[in-house]
C-alpha cells in the first residue's frame, strides 16, 4: 500500500466527513487556532513594527529579539507550556504567538524602512502629520512585504498548530498523532495531506487578499 | 529530586544517549541537512541566475515547497526511508535549499554589472569569476541565508519526536511528559535555544571574517543607501 493509496482509503471513508472527529470539524478547530494565533501576533507584531520602522530606531534590538524568539524552538515550548500549564488553548497560544511575532515585527520594520524616502519627504514637505505619512504614505508602498511577513507567519502557524495535537489539542494534528499511537497509517497521511492542503490554502489566500489590496502602482512585476 | 532543577543533566535511560550524546545527534541532524541544502543550492541558483526565465517557476515550487508541515513531510516519507535518520534529514534538507535557493540568487544578482564588467576585462573567464567575484560578494546574502536555515534547522529536529524517537534533544520532550519531569522539558529548551544561537553567532563570525572589506560593526547605513543592498533573506522559520 503506498501513500496514494491511504489517501484515497481515508478521503473516501464516510466515517471521516462527520461528527466530533469529522474532517469538517477538525478543520474548522485547525482555522480557528490559527485564526486566533495570528490576530494575537499582528497586533503585538505590527504595530511595533510599524513605529519602530517609520522612526527607524531600534532596529538592532529588534534583530537582538527576532534572534532569540527564533532560536526557541516551537515544538520544544509547546511541550514545556504544556506540562507547565496543563491542558487549555493559553499553553498552545504562547509558543504559536512567540513564532509567529518575529517574521511579522522584522517585515514590518523593514518594509517600513525601506519606503524610499523621497515621497516621504515630499509628504512632510505638504505638511502631512506623522500618523498621516505612516498610514497615507508609507503602508500602501510597504504594504506587498508587510504582507509577506504576515503570509511567512500564517504558514508557520497552520504548520505548528498541527503539532499541537500532541498536547491534547484538536485541528488536525488529531489525525496524525492519534493514527501514529493506533498504528493507522491511512489516518496519519489522510491528516499529512489536509494539512499541507490548508497550508497551501493560506498561501492562496494571502496571493489574493494582496491581489485586492495592494495597489496597482505598487505592484512588483 | 531536590530542588527546582534536580536532575537537569538525568537522562533517562531510555533514550540510549547521554546528554552530549543528545547534543551531538541533534546538531548532526540539523546541520548535514542545510550542508546538503547549500551544495544542491549553489549550482541550481546558478542556473537560475543564467537563465532568468527559471527563477519564477523555481521561486513558486519553492514557496509551495517550504508550506508543507514538517510533521506532514516526516510522515509522508515512511514508504521511502524508513525509520530512519534520513527520515528527518530529508525534510530538513528541502527546507534549507528552499531558504538558500532565492538567498544565493539574489546575492549573486546583487554584484554590480560593473564589477563584472572589470572582472571580464581583466581576464577572468566565467568559473573563476564566479568563484573569487561572484560567490564573496554574495556571501553576506547567503550567510543571511544560512542563518535562517540553520536556526529553523535546529528547532525543527525536536518534532522528530513525534515520528519515533527521531527528535534527538527533542525525545527529553516526550520523556517530560512520560516521567512526568518538567525538567527535562527545560532542558530540551534551553539547550536547544543555545545551540541556534551559539551557530548563529557562529556564521555571524564566519561572515565577518570571511568578508574583510565589509565595516565590521555600525553597520548602519543612512536611508538613501547608494550601491547594492544585501538581499534580505526570506523571513521564515517554522
Given at each position: 500500500m503506498n501513500v496514494l493509496g491511504f489517501v484515497s482509503d481515508f478521503f473516501g471513508d464516510s466515517a471521516h466527513w462527520h461528527g466530533y472527529d469529522g474532517i469538517p470539524h477538525r478543520l474548522l478547530e485547525h482555522v480557528q487556532y490559527s485564526l486566533l494565533a495570528l490576530a494575537l501576533a499582528a497586533a503585538i507584531g505590527l504595530p511595533v513594527g510599524l513605529v519602530t520602522g517609520h522612526t527607524g530606531r531600534g532596529g538592532n534590538a529588534l534583530a537582538l529579539l527576532a534572534t532569540a524568539a527564533r532560536a526557541l524552538p516551537s515544538f520544544g515550548l509547546l511541550v514545556l507550556m504544556a506540562v507547565l500549564l496543563?491542558?487549555?488553548l493559553v499553553p498552545v497560544m504562547i509558543p504559536l504567538v512567540v513564532l509567529a511575532v518575529p517574521p511579522i515585527l522584522v517585515t514590518t520594520y523593514e518594509a517600513v524602512r525601506s519606503v524610499d524616502p523621497s515621497p516621504v519627504d515630499a509628504a512632510r514637505g505638504m505638511g502631512m502629520r506623522e500618523t498621516r505619512i505612516l498610514f497615507q504614505v508609507e503602508m500602501p508602498v510597504a504594504l506587498p512585504l508587510i504582507l509577506s511577513g504576515l503570509r511567512s507567519a500564517a504558514v508557520q502557524i497552520v504548520s505548528t498548530a498541527t503539532i499541537a495535537a500532541y498536547v491534547s489539542l484538536g485541528g488536525l494534528g488529531r489525525y496524525i498523532v492519534d493514527g501514529l499511537y493506533q498504528r493507522d497509517y491511512e489516518k496519519v497521511v489522510g491528516g499529512a495531506t489536509l494539512v499541507a492542503v490548508l497550508a497551501l490554502v493560506t498561501l492562496a489566500v494571502f496571493w489574493a487578499v494582496g491581489r485586492l489590496v495592494v495597489s496597482p502602482g505598487v505592484r512588483r512585476h | 529530586m531536590n530542588g527546582a532543577l534536580g536532575g537537569f543533566f538525568d537522562i533517562p535511560s531510555d533514550l540510549q544517549h547521554s546528554y552530549p550524546g543528545l547534543i551531538g545527534l541533534h546538531l548532526r541532524e540539523a546541520l548535514l541537512p542545510v550542508l546538503a541544502g547549500l551544495l544542491l543550492a549553489l549550482p541550481l541558483a546558478q542556473l537560475c541566475v543564467r537563465l532568468r526565465r527559471l527563477y519564477p517557476p523555481v521561486l513558486a515550487v519553492t514557496t509551495v515547497l517550504y508550506a508543507i508541515p514538517s510533521l506532514a513531510f516526516f510522515v509522508v516519507l515512511i514508504d521511502y526511508?524508513?525509520?530512519?535518520?534520513l527520515r528527518v534529514m530529508i525534510p530538513l534538507a528541502v527546507y534549507s535549499l528552499v531558504v538558500l535557493v532565492p538567498a544565493i540568487v539574489d546575492g549573486v544578482r546583487s554584484v554590480p554589472e560593473e564589477t563584472l564588467a572589470a572582472a571580464t576585462a581583466m581576464g577572468f573567464g566565467p568559473v573563476r569569476r564566479y568563484l573569487q567575484v561572484q560567490l564573496p560578494i554574495a556571501v553576506p546574502a547567503i550567510v543571511a541565508g544560512l542563518r535562517v536555515a540553520t536556526v529553523s534547522s535546529i528547532s525543527l529536529?525536536?518534532?522528530?519526536?513525534?515520528?519515533?524517537?527521531?527528535?534527538?534533544?527533542?525525545n527529553l520532550l516526550a520523556a517530560a511528559q512520560k516521567y512526568d519531569r518538567p525538567v527535562l522539558a527545560v532542558n530540551s529548551v534551553l539547550t536547544t535555544a543555545v545551540l541556534a544561537i551559539l551557530c548563529d553567532a557562529l556564521l555571524v563570525l564566519a561572515r565577518v571574517l570571511l568578508t574583510?572589506?565589509?565595516?565590521?560593526?555600525?553597520?548602519?547605513?543612512?536611508?538613501?543607501?547608494?550601491?547594492?543592498?544585501p538581499a534580505r533573506p526570506r523571513e521564515a522559520t517554522r
Open positions: 496543563g491542558i487549555g | 526511508t524508513g525509520q530512519t535518520e529536529v525536536s518534532v522528530g519526536a513525534l515520528i519515533g524517537n527521531q527528535g534527538a534533544l527533542g574583510p572589506w565589509m565595516p565590521a560593526a555600525g553597520r548602519r547605513r543612512p536611508r538613501q543607501a547608494a550601491g547594492p543592498e
